[in-house]
């Protein structure tokens, strides 16, 4: 009965290399999310998707390309991994793209690249 | 200046104790705000949301301070379970929430 799902919970690979994170939800909520969470713990928003369309798209490299094959899902792929993309990722959901607070986070996926 | 702010601390508390962390915002525009709570290696999970008139959930009360730009949390009866890190955080105009980096609470027996 796991709300927010991602996987994998552990990703080790060398740079370069391509790699793709999944996200689902089974909360029934519009609104998904992609954060970064960088070794000195700061959280910061990526991407937003509300009902598959994009809302929000932080400074961030094209590297890195979020898509949403339906409202549960909204995966984040990674191109040409490098050192500092290593960190821990967080998907999370929200009910209403106005009501943001309430926000539901998976587990978090590690990613190190070495 | 980042966005919102925190002392990161450690606060090392014994059982107990009454704590408090406060958290400064730097956007104006930010209409709501939040804490939520962080233990070591998961993921944040919203503790309360904290309103002009303050609010309280069990042990925990938060404020909001507009003319100040701050936002306290605090803690009564501190737990061993309450350990880990705090965030504040702002949601502004654009729906996007701002995270600040987190006071990290150690709770001692």
């Known amino acids: 009965d796991t709300a927010v799902s991602q996987t994998p919970k552990y990703l080790v690979t060398q740079m370069g290399n391509d790699k793709s994170i999944k996200c689902e939800q089974n909360l029934g909520h519009d609104t998904m999310y992609w954060y970064k969470q960088d070794s000195k713990k700061f959280l910061k928003i990526m991407f937003s998707?509300?009902?598959?369309?994009?809302?929000i798209n932080e400074t961030v490299p094209n590297r890195f390309s979020p898509k949403s094959p339906d409202k549960a899902h909204l995966n984040l792929h990674i191109n040409s991994l490098e050192l500092g993309d290593s960190a821990v990722y967080f998907c999370a959901s929200s009910q209403d793209g106005t009501m943001v607070g309430a926000q539901y986070f998976g587990p978090g996926t590690r990613l190190l690249v070495l | 200046r980042k966005e919102v702010e925190q002392d990161p601390g450690p606060f090392n508390v014994p059982e107990g104790a009454t704590v408090a962390f406060n958290c400064t915002y730097s956007n104006s525009a930010s209409q709501s705000f939040f804490w939520y709570r962080q233990d070591c290696r998961k993921e944040p999970k919203l503790l309360m949301s904290v309103y002009s008139s303050g609010n309280e959930d069990g042990r925990f009360t938060a404020q909001l301070n507009r003319a100040s730009q701050y936002i306290s949390l605090l803690i009564r009866d501190s737990k061993l379970s309450d350990s880990a890190t705090y965030l504040c955080?702002?949601?502004?105009?654009?729906?996007?929430?701002?995270f600040g980096g987190g006071t990290r609470l150690m709770v001692k027996p």
């Open positions: 955080v702002g949601n502004n105009a654009g729906n996007m929430l701002t």
């Open positions: 998707y509300n009902n598959k369309e994009l809302i």
